[in-house]
């Protein structure tokens, strides 16, 4: 059957926002894929007959499931039964044109089932969100009650209640955390926890402070402000876990968050780099297609004016040198000018269609990427520049705040007639505070903008925010201590400003410091990163003539970059769970330097990076091939400290398919091509081949980190690898379903310890870390 005639299953994947919900419907979009796919080949016979009655089964399984929700669930009942009965009958179509010859009817019948089966899934995950909300609204009226209150006893049994509901919310919003897709979701969800965990302890302190002293304007001033980011934090919440949901477009004007749209907008700010990197598409992107009509002039002129505003942040900046200013504004101008000879060009292509002009769009497209690359290294330089002196900052920031801590002690002990000299101290140390503050946020702010993932974007925007609003809440409690000095309750709440103090410039120079590191462009010291040498590392008896892919060559294994790319940040993200391990583990160094040959090998791929021609790229493959051999040996020494087991098993079945494609690697590097299109077309599959390998080496860590999680290993103790437990709310179990047949007899593989079959669809997710 054609491929056009499958179902589209990305958009079936599109609307799904956790991974539970995504390990459910992928072994159902495989099976149909593969039935859909061989239907033709296949028609009527018993082999498919099974896996139709297999599927069949499933579904009446998991629709069981679903039904049982509904009838916990009034508030979604309705629409879960109607989803349940279209599951159901879906699956009997399945089964029904699986022992027919209508291949027409296999592809509806596939569509209506997967329909189904993402609708029921995603009224499931309603409930999860319910419940989560739900908590949080608990958490709420328990914030209400607080700021209430009149008198210590009040105040005592309402801050137990609001501890309760905080545990919950606490479980609840890490489990969602850990299933959550979206790398920026999750980032908004351990930020406001962050908060929440963090303002706790304020809230009490400050709230006692104020029962104690009702009219001191400044105690209630440190209680409003806990109260107001507590409740932005829980805001936050709610805005991530309705993101997505069926029908929230049409119900966010009734929800409290949405109203606010400047801070949604605030949690949504784009950066520099990202504008820089944007604007340098959309140029490839006309110069691909020799042109650009209106809607794409307008676009860049749109990404243009948000670039030159987002640059404000560095050329504003009181701290910014002059030359680092100068720079970024010549260069500022430098591309609007490129981009002007680009859209002027495009305009002349347009209307007379003027072949001569062909050049000066290469011409201006080269010019704008050019300077787009040069302004990125200027920003970049900048806040480099800025964020050296952040740790110097942060001690002094911090030593400020400990003299603050100790205007109370002094105003208890001195003379009255010397109170206006501490009131005037006070007033010089709060505004070396202030200065300080303001040159960390703006740190904060330019470390934002060229920051490489959206987990560190988020890190530095909430750490800009909550420098922000905490750090002059030290001087307003230390102002409550200097009028009150000889209360404990007053003590107490600066103790705890300080050290939320000393908590934020920690977050903040750990940003630093992690930005600083990925930032740095200095020469790859590790010998599995660089290129081998001519005559040292190579196998190939003759070397291949160096050639340089043009731009349409590029675009036709851009993809299959892409691809290599997704699985090279898969590498790092599993290498990053073996804390404390890079410098005790073979493994973890090893698969480093896989994940960065794969990055470079991407970049080879967009016409960027260390890799220039064909050659370098068939030498990398080459290195990598021999560095995955290498992993091999190490790995299978590993497994022999694993006890028999079903990690272990799951871990000789991925390491033994590494063998296999190492070689295929280097029979594919070394098989000689002449002339051009072949030379690319070696290209071509010297790249899928390593995607292959790369996807399988990440099996392999993964299935590492599992095996060191799950037995006591001897390394363990001295690395302290850090436990973790997944979050599955929902399963289906398609796993044991074959098109060849064999399979459909098969029970599910369990994928839990002590889990039975694939059919527990219960919303409540397992339990995850829910200290905040």
Not at 6 to 32: G, N, V
Not at 278 to 294: E, F, H, K, P, W
Not at 717 to 742: C, I
Request: aromatic letters at 4%; glycine letters at 6%; one cysteine or more.
């Amino acid at each position: 059957m054609a491929a056009a005639d499958l179902p589209d299953f990305e958009a079936y994947l599109s609307k799904i926002k956790t991974h539970s919900i995504e390990k459910t419907l992928l072994p159902l979009i495989k099976q149909i894929s593969s039935l859909v796919s061989t239907r033709g080949d296949a028609a009527g016979g018993a082999a498919v007959q099974r896996v139709g009655a297999a599927v069949a089964c499933a579904v009446e399984r998991f629709v069981a499931v679903g039904e049982t929700i509904a009838d916990d669930n009034p508030d979604v009942r309705h629409s879960m039964v109607l989803a349940c009965k279209e599951a159901r009958s879906a699956g009997r179509a399945i089964e029904r044109v699986c022992s027919g010859t209508d291949g027409a009817g296999m592809v509806s019948a596939a569509r209506a089932l997967l329909a189904a089966v993402t609708r029921v899934l995603l009224l499931a995950d309603m409930v999860v969100v319910r419940q989560l909300l739900l908590a949080k609204d608990k958490v709420a009226r328990s914030l209400d009650r607080l700021e209430s209150v009149s008198n210590f006893a009040e105040f005592v049994r309402a801050f137990t209640e609001f501890g309760g509901s905080m545990v919950e919310l606490a479980r609840l919003t890490a489990e969602r955390r850990a299933d959550l897709r979206d790398e920026r979701r999750r980032a908004q969800v351990a930020a406001a926890r962050n908060v929440l965990e963090r303002s706790t302890l304020m809230l009490l302190t400050s709230s006692k402070t104020c029962l104690r002293h009702p009219g001191s304007a400044s105690a209630r001033e440190n209680r409003d402000t806990v109260f107001c980011q507590m409740r932005r934090a829980m805001d936050l919440i709610h805005y991530v876990v309705r993101d997505g949901l069926p029908g929230h477009e049409e119900q966010s004007q009734e929800v409290t968050y949405s109203r606010d749209k400047e801070q949604a907008a605030q949690w949504e700010a784009g950066t520099a780099l990202g504008a820089l990197r944007g604007l340098t598409t959309q140029v490839r992107a006309a110069r691909a297609r020799g042109g650009a009509d209106g809607s794409r002039r307008r676009a860049l002129a749109a990404t243009l004016r948000a670039l030159v505003e987002r640059t404000h942040d560095f050329t504003d900046s009181a701290y910014t040198s002059h030359e680092h200013r100068q720079r970024i504004l010549a260069l500022a101008e430098r591309i609007a000018y490129e981009l002007e000879r680009l859209v002027s060009v495009a305009v002349s292509l347009e209307e007379q269609g003027v072949s001569g002009t062909l050049a000066a769009l290469e011409s201006a497209c080269a010019g704008a990427t050019t300077a787009a690359g040069e302004l990125e290294r200027a920003l970049i330089a900048a806040a480099r520049h800025q964020a050296r002196d952040l740790a110097s900052l942060a001690e002094q920031a911090r030593k400020i705040a400990t003299d603050l801590a100790h205007i109370g002690n002094l105003r208890r002990k001195i003379a009255s007639s010397c109170g206006e000299r501490e009131s005037e101290r006070l007033h010089n140390i709060a505004s070396q505070l202030h200065e300080q503050l303001d040159h960390i946020i703006e740190v904060c702010k330019l470390l934002r903008h060229i920051a490489m993932s959206e987990t560190l974007q988020v890190s530095a925007k909430f750490a800009e925010i909550n420098l922000r609003i905490y750090g002059p809440q030290v001087v307003t409690a230390a102002r409550t201590l200097a009028a009150h000095p000889g209360s404990a309750a007053a003590r107490e709440n600066l103790d705890v400003f300080v050290d939320m103090w000393a908590w934020l410039l920690a977050d903040a120079a750990r940003l630093a410091k992690e930005l600083l590191d990925l930032t740095d462009e200095r020469p790859d010291k590790q010998q599995y990163s660089s290129l081998p040498r001519p005559g040292k590392h190579g196998t190939t008896s003759k070397p291949l003539k160096a050639v340089r892919l043009d731009s349409d060559e590029q675009a036709k294994i851009a993809k299959s970059g892409l691809e290599m790319k997704m699985m090279s940040s898969e590498m790092d993200a599993e290498t990053e769970k073996w804390q404390g391990a890079d410098e005790n583990n073979d493994i973890v160094k090893r698969a480093k330097n896989m994940s960065s040959m794969a990055f470079a090998m991407y970049q080879f791929t967009k016409g960027e990076g260390r890799l220039n021609t064909t050659q370098d790229l068939f030498t990398q493959a080459e290195y990598f091939a021999e560095e995955a051999n290498r992993l091999y040996k190490i790995v299978r020494q590993f497994s022999y400290q694993v006890p028999a087991g079903t990690a272990k098993k799951e871990l000789l079945e991925h390491l033994d398919r590494v063998p296999t494609y190492v070689q295929q690697l280097q029979f594919t590097v070394k098989e000689p091509t002449v002339g051009r299109a072949a030379t690319f077309s070696k290209v071509d599959n010297v790249i899928q081949e390593t995607k292959h390998l790369m996807n399988v080496i990440s099996k392999v860590v993964t299935t590492c980190f599992d095996c060191a999680n799950k037995v006591p290993l001897p390394w363990e103790k001295s690395v302290g690898v850090k436990r973790h437990q997944s979050v599955a709310p929902y399963k289906l179990d398609f796993t044991g379903l074959s098109a060849g047949g064999a399979g459909a007899s098969r029970t599910a593989r369990d994928d839990e310890a002590g889990g039975g079959g694939g059919t527990d669809a219960k919303p409540g997710g397992s339990s995850s870390d829910t200290a905040m």
